[in-house]
């Protein structure tokens, strides 16, 4: 068995301030630069760090998305509609397998 997919890109935040505070941890960043410290992990995700990351995410996404379809000979909007799901055996063709066979075959 194989699987292709997975067309997507994510990023994880952990935010522990709560964690943090039952511990009786306590952080202060000290910096320059307002954005130095936008994701830490301990604080809340700002608004503005969101969209930040969420910027870069849709960015990079278009990459690979662009990429997979120049590489698959594929429409665009085709390997979007998979919405990053995985396609197992002959549910991969022919969008993101040519054939399915065995390692021997390969």
Same mark, same amino acid.
């Given at each position: 068995?194989?699987? @292709?997919?997975?067309?997507?890109? @994510? @990023?994880?935040?952990? /935010?522990?301030? &709560?964690?943090?505070? /039952? ?11 307002? =954005? ?10 700002? /608004? =503005? ?6 910027? $870069?995410?849709?960015?990079?996404? $278009? ?6 379809? =120049? ?5 665009? /909007? &085709? ?10 055996? $002959? ?8 054939? @399915? ?6």
């Amino acid at each position: 068995m194989g699987a @292709v997919g997975s067309v997507g890109v @994510v @990023v994880l935040h952990a /935010e522990d301030s &709560k964690f943090n505070d /039952e511990q009786g941890f306590k952080y202060t960043y000290i910096f320059k630069g307002d =954005r130095k410290v936008d994701g830490n992990p301990h604080e809340p995700l700002s /608004e =503005r760090a969101e969209k930040d990351i969420q910027s $870069e995410i849709d960015r990079q996404y $278009e990459q690979f998305v662009a990429t997979v379809a =120049r590489n698959r000979k594929a429409d665009a /909007e &085709k390997i979007i509609a998979t919405q990053a799901g995985v396609y197992w055996s $002959e549910n991969a063709l022919p969008l993101l397998a040519d054939e @399915v066979g065995t390692m021997g075959d390969a």
